[in-house]
């Protein structure tokens, strides 16, 4: 069973470019979320998404980022015209459904260098 | 989510027992204890997770005071790869809308040959 598969691995935009991040979640996994980490600094929540749904996108910036899960292919975060600031490691994690506690599975990340 | 309280950093000898401790004193009822790990670099990794029970895995044991204000993270013989920083995070359950993992600063472990 593969695990949270990011791609790309490493990201490299010039300033005012798009940026597109991709997650494929576990197998039988329908929560997705994303997490932004800045260099040297703490993991932050972004958004979490249901196939087809935003179910809670209060860390994510107001402008310029999006995210989508749709109902076939991977989930995509999506930053329009990229700046400096947005240089960090994004990372994807999912989870099953169900009752009970269960853990969300992270994947290795994708590094995006804005220059 | 409630809030955790771990040290920030620590030191354990490559070999030895190593035992992370979380303050949770305002956990809920139905919220769960999850560790995680993140090695420089990588993505975090999932441990362990309980309720009210302690709970063993081949990574570690949790354990968890019976009132549930705290808990211990044991990694029971630690080798140099597991140095990394360590969050203890409560999280409501799967059913909540939001029930994201919210990370703190986490302990970080530092194992020593």
């Known amino acids: 069973n593969a695990g949270v598969m990011q791609n790309p691995r490493h990201l490299v935009r010039r300033r005012g470019q798009e940026a597109r991040l991709r997650c494929s979640p576990m197998?039988?996994?329908?929560?997705v979320y994303w997490y932004r980490q800045l260099p040297e600094e703490g993991l932050k929540f972004m958004v979490y998404?249901?196939?087809?749904?935003?179910?809670?996108e209060s860390g994510m910036p107001k402008e310029r980022f999006s995210a989508e899960f749709p109902k076939e292919g991977p989930s995509i975060l999506r930053i329009q015209q990229v700046v400096r600031g947005d240089s960090a490691a994004y990372f994807c994690?999912?989870?099953?459904?169900?009752?009970?506690?269960?853990?969300?599975?992270f994947g290795q990340g994708t590094r995006l260098t804005v220059v | 989510d409630a809030k955790t309280t771990q040290p920030p950093s620590m030191d354990c000898a490559e070999g030895r027992a190593a035992n992370l401790p979380c303050n949770h004193s305002?956990?809920?009822?139905?919220?769960?204890v999850y560790w995680y790990r993140q090695i420089h670099s990588q993505g975090p990794q999932y441990i362990i997770h309980?309720?009210?029970n302690n709970e063993t895995n081949e990574m570690a044991s949790l354990i968890i005071t019976e009132d549930r204000k705290s808990s211990t993270l044991i990694l029971p013989h630690a080798t140099l790869r597991d140095t990394a920083v360590y969050y203890c995070?409560?999280?409501?359950?799967?059913?909540?809308?939001?029930?994201?993992?919210?990370f703190g600063g986490g302990t970080r472990l530092m194992v020593k040959p």
């Open positions: 994690a999912s989870s099953p459904r169900g009752r009970g506690g269960g853990g969300a599975f």
């Open positions: 197998k039988g996994h329908s929560h």
């Open positions: 998404l249901q196939k087809e749904n935003i179910i809670d």
């Open positions: 305002t956990i809920s009822g139905n919220e769960y």
């Open positions: 309980g309720l009210k």
């Open positions: 995070i409560v999280r409501g359950s799967m059913d909540n809308a939001g029930n994201m993992l919210t």
